[in-house]
């Protein structure tokens, strides 16, 4: 059964720092993996989407890498915001779509 | 950029009572799920629904839960007697395609079961 977890649970920096973003799965059959963004009480925002192919994915200041032998992932953020603070889930997807979530890291950025 | 909508953003119900959660997802998508988030736990799969079937199902989606697509774009979540632990958000997500595309999700209902 597949198992995603992610570390720190939680995690608070000064504006400015980079920072990483942990995610582990135990089945590395995946077919991709995915990171979201939640804001307290929202829903959920697509970050990146790596496929199983690939090893990264950049997106502004967000990279996210895979290496899926494993079974890990990390969620680089350069020069964090305020902004930024939310909390970061990570999620796989085996052959039959589902998504797999991680128990997420909430990150907070002060000013 | 289209988007996932959920109606309604918060429903308050009694114990033993019915409800339906709406979604309309994103045109031409074809896979619709719904996972469910208790407050401070991990977001868990319910679901998974495609041409008019259920596809996968967890071992929390039992008899009093049901899903359907009423009216072609529509997709639909009824408990049929919810319960104190039924309390939590509710999210619809959709895809393009099976396992390569991004799921987008839906802002989410909150249920609250008194």
């Known amino acids: 059964k597949q198992e995603v977890t992610q570390i720190p649970a939680a995690l608070s920096v000064p504006e400015g720092e980079n920072l990483v973003l942990n995610c582990s799965f135990t089945?590395?059959?995946?077919?991709?993996l995915q990171w979201f963004r939640q804001d307290p009480g929202k829903g959920l925002t697509s970050l990146l989407l790596i496929q199983s192919s690939q090893r990264e994915q950049t997106s502004g200041r967000l990279n996210a890498s895979l290496d899926k032998s494993s079974g890990r992932s990390t969620l680089y953020i350069a020069a964090s915001q305020p902004g930024d603070s939310a909390t970061y889930l990570c999620?796989?997807?085996?052959?039959?779509?589902?998504?797999?979530f991680g128990q997420g890291t909430t990150l907070q950025v002060k000013p | 950029e289209p988007e996932v909508t959920q109606t309604p953003s918060h429903q308050v119900t009694q114990m033993g009572q019915e409800v339906i959660l709406r979604c309309v997802p994103i045109s031409n998508h074809l896979y619709f799920y719904w996972y469910r988030q208790i407050l401070g736990q991990k977001v868990e799969f319910l679901v998974s629904f495609y041409n008019n079937e259920i596809s996968e199902k967890s071992e929390i989606f039992d008899d009093q839960f049901s899903v359907e697509r009423p009216d072609g774009s529509n997709f639909t979540l009824k408990i049929r007697s919810t319960k104190l632990e039924d309390s939590a958000m509710y999210f619809c997500a959709n895809k393009a395609q099976i396992s390569t595309d991004t799921q987008y999700f839906g802002p989410g209902t909150r249920l609250t079961v008194l």
């Open positions: 089945d590395s059959a995946i077919y991709n």
């Open positions: 999620a796989v997807t085996g052959n039959t779509g589902k998504l797999i």
